[in-house]
């Protein structure tokens, strides 16, 4: 071969194969997009449910049937007929006006078959059972305002929760959750969301900031080792519960909550506030652990129109390295139900401990937190 010769090598632009499979990708999602409508649209997925029914029918007893007849012709009336219909019989039992749902109880491990077909349902509260999952047709429950279901199972929340956009209450405490599902911020009128005792939660997605009309966020007994910057971003929140966190400090820029009212920071490892906690006019109240707090802005503690409450602690320091390796372990496996109606019971003493410091006109300055290791 000749010294001189040239080879003809292709040369290509990565940039341009780049952009082509972005395009061919884009496309792609967009056909499974329109997929997925034409099978949401589509009568199919009716036609099965009705057979379904038909078949579920058949197994029911007369009178049972006819119950369930009744309530079937409940749902298919217009909103404005089901709140007249509500407002009558709020008149003659108040008992049957109330669209809810509940179940309690270790011996249930599913929802009742039955259950998808009241779909006019406004409330749902599930809780001590063993159920690890949501059923597949929650979505269906367009009319749902309440979804209390604290104490159970449940490693995980479908993303069709995101098309409850009627949603305003959503309970999952003291289950098993490790994340929450972006589309909970389609829940565009919540007002209340209690994720307590999730000891696998560390952090909240970012979607969540679209909640605007959120007034109570309880994250706390987690593992959080900062604020979720969506909570930052919740501009009508009133109530912010982050104790029992990893937490060491704070945002310098907490004062975005111009609504604050309520904000619990203890058992953290906090040793200091940030000064613009001063500068949110509407706060009334804030919970600190006193043992490690150091620093503390002083237009917080002297404010006449703050409670400013410090729960101490006296255990000794090797008393408290035990117990973080305690809890450190108790994190690594599930919560029995014992543990679990502990948890429970400690976070509802303390509730009404500072609840009636609200009524008081002064507050100590330091308040020995009472043990709770034992049943109450």
């Known amino acids: 071969m000749g010294l001189g010769r040239k080879l003809d090598i292709p040369v290509s632009d990565v940039s341009l194969v780049r952009d082509m499979w972005e395009v061919r990708v ?41 119950l369930l007849h009744r309530y079937l012709e409940r ?15 709020d008149q ?7 669209l809810i749902f509940q179940l309690d109880g270790d011996q249930w491990t599913d929802f009742p078959r039955e259950l998808q077909w009241m779909t006019y349902l406004r409330e749902w509260h599930v809780s001590g059972t063993k159920i690890s999952r949501l059923p597949e047709y929650l979505a269906l ?3 749902l305002t309440v979804l209390e279901i604290p104490k159970n199972t449940i490693a995980e929340l479908p993303p069709e929760i995101g098309k409850l956009t009627g949603l305003r209450e959503l309970n999952v405490s003291y289950n098993r959750l490790s994340k ?8 565009e009128n919540l007002k209340r969301l209690e994720l307590t005792g999730n000891h696998n939660l560390s952090d909240l997605p970012f ?26 971003r919740m501009s009508g929140l009133q109530l912010l519960d982050l104790s029992n966190n990893s937490l060491t400090d704070l945002p310098q820029d907490m004062d975005r909550l111009e609504q604050l009212v309520t904000l619990f920071l ?7 506030l940030p000064h613009c906690l001063g500068k949110i006019s509407t706060l009334k109240m804030i919970v600190v652990n006193g043992d490690a707090l150091t620093c503390c802005p002083t237009k917080l503690c002297r404010n006449p129109d703050i409670k400013f409450i410090r729960l101490c602690d006296r255990a000794s320091a090797e008393k408290k390295e035990e117990e973080k390796k305690k809890e450190k372990n108790k994190r690594k496996r599930w919560r029995e139900e014992e543990e679990v109606k502990k948890d429970s019971r400690e976070k509802e003493f303390i509730e009404a401990y500072i609840s009636s410091l609200k009524d008081r006109d002064t507050v100590p300055d330091s308040t020995t937190k009472v043990s709770i290791s034992c049943l109450l």
Not at 92 to 98: G, I
Not at 180 to 187: A, K, S, T, Y
Not at 266 to 272: G, H, I, P, R, T
Request: glycine fraction near 2%; charge should be neutral; aromatic fraction near 6%.
């Open 180 to 187: 929450v599902p972006p589309e909970l911020g389609n829940c």
């Open 266 to 272: 203890q058992k953290n490892n906090l040793s200091y």
């Open 75 to 89: 749902s298919t009336l217009t909103g404005v007929q089901v709140n007249t219909e509500a407002e009558q019989q």
């Open 26 to 66: 884009k496309t792609h999602r967009q056909k499974q997009k329109k997929e997925q409508e034409r099978m949401e649209q589509s009568a199919l997925p009716k036609i099965d449910q009705q057979w379904q029914y038909r078949i579920y029918c058949k197994t029911l007893k007369t009178e049972e049937l006819n």
């Open 141 to 143: 429950f367009t009319q």
């Open 92 to 98: 003659k039992d108040p008992e049957e006006s109330k």
């Open 207 to 232: 979607e969540l900031s679209s909640l605007k009309q959120l007034v109570h966020l309880d994250v706390a007994e987690n593992s959080f080792m900062s604020i979720p910057i969506c909570a930052l």
